[in-house]
């Protein structure tokens, strides 16, 4: 029996809570573990985890990074040189930086991938660059470099919208040490999101707008999702962008363009219950038999 760990940040989700379920139908042995319970001691100089054994752990998925890279730090240095496998080979090169949608953007771009035309820095700076430069034509979105699943997503028209959303933005930038970026507003009738396990693609699901008002499709935001398929060299392109990522378990983001696709985004542990209900596809269970996988292929 392959023994998963699988460390959170926050409250479990019902997304969490499928995949334990999930496991202990297929009788594999998948403990949901939060960083809250990281913790060490000098004069021992070991890190644990209240309550369970670290060195238990056949494979380690960290689904959600986020605020606790430090946590994430101590455990890979804890399973150092240990025959543990360690889920994304981003969260194994413990660089925070490249959890970040601009780093994202800059490693797709340097692989020869498409992405959209994008300007990355501080608020200002962009404002500066669109008064001064005009580097893209309205309409443009304004994304954070974070990722918060489309929560700070915003559309700007023209300067005076853009200038408005970077006073309304200001606070958080400072505060809490947002970072954003422009990019090109892309015309269309949807997008599709493709879900990538390892080499394989899981399935493929289409995104659309059911409010005109309305310039994000995600299914978090009120969108329509149904099952969709795509050309074999958009797949791969899929599974290459992941990979570039450096992530195993992601949910690719892929938008129509100039007879092609380019890639929106790379999500790290991406939510499903979108993809499930559109596609029929149990992806709690296919995650559990990837994590199953990585150790017998270890």
């Not at 499928?18 to 100089?45: P, Q, W």
């Not at 101590?74 to 240990?82: D, F, P, Q, S």
Request: glycine share 10%.
């Amino acid at each position: 029996m392959t023994k998963i760990g699988v460390f959170y940040g926050g409250k479990i989700t019902r997304h969490l809570v499928l995949i334990r379920e999930a496991a202990k139908k297929m009788g594999e042995s998948l403990d949901l573990v939060s960083y809250n319970r990281v913790y060490f001691e000098t004069e021992t100089g070991k890190v644990e985890i209240k309550e369970r054994e670290l060195e238990k752990y056949d494979v380690l998925f960290f689904r959600t990074t986020g605020k606790h890279w430090e946590e994430v730090g101590l455990i890979l240095k804890a399973v150092e040189g240990k025959e543990v496998v360690i889920v994304d080979p981003m969260v194994k090169e413990g660089k925070p930086s490249q959890a970040c949608k601009a780093w994202q953007m800059l490693k797709l771009k340097e692989a020869g991938i498409g992405v959209p035309k994008t300007i990355y820095g501080s608020l200002w700076t962009l404002n500066e660059t669109m008064r001064e430069r005009g580097s893209l034509e309205f309409p443009i979105i304004l994304k954070g470099s974070g990722g918060d699943r489309g929560t700070r997503v915003f559309k700007a028209n023209n300067l005076e919208e853009l200038e408005k959303l970077v006073r309304d933005l200001r606070k958080s930038e400072t505060e809490e040490g947002r970072r954003y970026m422009l990019q090109e507003f892309i015309e269309n009738e949807g997008d599709y999101r493709v879900l990538v396990l390892g080499e394989k693609v899981l399935g493929v699901m289409k995104r659309s707008r059911t409010d005109k008002s309305e310039f994000r499709n995600n299914f978090s935001v009120g969108g329509k999702v149904e099952v969709a398929d795509l050309p074999e060299e958009a797949k791969q392109l899929a599974v290459r962008a992941a990979k570039v990522s450096g992530l195993m378990i992601a949910g690719v983001d892929l938008m129509p363009k100039d007879g092609g696709y380019v890639v929106l985004e790379v999500n790290k542990g991406p939510q499903f219950w979108g993809f499930m209900r559109a596609t029929g596809i149990n992806v709690p269970e296919e995650i559990v038999k990837f994590l199953v996988s990585l150790k017998k292929d270890d």
